[in-house]
């Protein structure tokens, strides 16, 4: 079978569309018709080489669509079936599934590659090399063969553009507040950055109880939608933040603070640790440069003397079996925005256009429709 999809060849060259072809699902693979991708910060990430990953690879990691096929052995989803796609896989067996800690599943550990269990690719092209998809998807092909591991069953009536973005963005942003912070009723949450990731971030923040959740973002198109998402106040810069956190907390600062910006930089995370005060957590969401070194804080003072956690996470410490739908079910009655942090839907032609915005500043989250 053949498929359109958009690859990086090489880090630093835009976005190549292209046809590729498929293989048929082996044992406990299947074939999905993707209907809709988010365009999240970590594919950009391959393709400016900050993070690196084996290529070429096919892009895309939040996505939803309609399983087509599957092969032997697959028991969790059906032909006809309407999936997310969860960036992490979760086998339901290994020592951190079975431990109710889905979100560490073994079976990343080929998120950079694409491999499949068996250790071969699906994706070819036309040159003979073989293509793995991001975070064993590859949600910005059009058709792709995936483990049953990254499939998250759901409601067929839920829209597939909303679907989408539970497969990587909601889940990490609301997450973070939600379990990884672990923010509590009454507290004041600080957030740097308030895109796909830090909107959701916010939205759990609120969720969770906060009194105050204060949002950081130099760009004002993203600070006034941090408002609808629940923002109790946005600031351009962390030094206006730090001034109104020591006015609104009596000068005890922050309980959290929580980084969700596009790029982790030593910078910010100096700003982080500032703005919270004795026995409070940052907590870590956005990833840097491979070949940097963002955490470097004294132990005296700052984080010993003052008995600070900084806590790393993936996914939100989320369990996509379970949150997933938890989340859409939160949508379902009001109590989660998600058409809302849809800025604009682009073609697959249309890639490097959407990243561009995302780059700009114009969109939240830009979603990828795929034509039928
Ligand atoms: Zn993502
Ligand atoms: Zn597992």
Redo the contacts with the bound molecule.
Sequence with gaps: MRTRAAIIREPGKPWEVTELSLDEPRQGEVRIAFKAS?L????EHIQTGDSTGRLPMVGG??GAGVIEAVGAGVTRVKAGDHVVCS?IPACGTCRYCSTGRQNLCDWGAQMMTGMLADGTFRFHDDGGADLGGF?MLGTFAERAVVSQNSCVPIDPYIPFEVAALT???VP?GWGTSVYAAGVRPGQTVVIFGAGG?GSNAIQGARYAGAAHVIVVDPVEFKRSKALEFGATHAYASAAEAQEAVVEMTWGQLADHAIITIGVLSAEVVDQAAAIVGKGSQVTVTSVGKSAEKQIQLAANGSVVGWQRRIQGHVFGMCNPLYDIPRLLRLYQSGQLKLDELITRRYRLDEVNQGYQDLDDGKIIRGVIVHEP
Excluded at 40 to 43: F, G, R, T
């Design positions: 988010g999240c910060h970590s594919d990691h939040e960036f975070c497969g990587c963005g990490t990731v």
